[in-house]
């Protein structure tokens, strides 16, 4: 499974911004797919993730803000991200966990294929 992250880009405090996550070479409609973000130095964090059926699971920490969603006819996973802050900063990253959202929180999240390149969100003050 191959997955394309878009949508980063520079965005003041207080705006919203969608980020996109596609997948490439398979359809997606069979996995579960979650957000990541990492800032350099720290541990990765897991944002929110969008079960094969209509549930959807979101961080405590962006709970509010951000919200996940599936478009399975474009193979595409949108998270949008409303009233963002500077904290907000990071690169963005969409992956399948093998144990789909039940493990998307593990620290060492096991998933399908690899990770891709990211897209970067700065959010300025």
């Not at 949508?7 to 979650?34: E, H, K, M, N």
């Not at 990492?38 to 549930?55: I, K």
């Not at 991200?81 to 929180?105: F, H, I, L, Q, W």
Request: glycine share 10%.
């Amino acid at each position: 499974l191959q997955l394309e992250e878009s949508g980063g880009g520079f965005i003041q405090a207080g705006g919203s911004l969608r980020l996109s996550c596609v997948a490439t070479d398979s359809p997606l409609d069979a996995y579960a797919i979650a957000w990541f973000r990492q800032v350099p130095g720290r541990d990765r964090e897991a944002l929110a993730c969008v079960s094969v059926g209509p549930g959807t699971d979101i961080a405590d920490s962006v709970k509010g803000r951000f919200t996940i969603s599936r478009h399975n006819a474009r193979d595409t996973v949108y998270l949008d991200m409303s009233n963002v802050k500077p904290e907000d900063t990071a690169t963005y990253y969409c992956a399948a966990p093998r144990g789909y959202c039940a493990a998307y929180k593990t620290k060492w999240v096991d998933v399908f294929g690899s990770w891709g390149q990211g897209t970067q969100v700065t959010v300025s003050a």
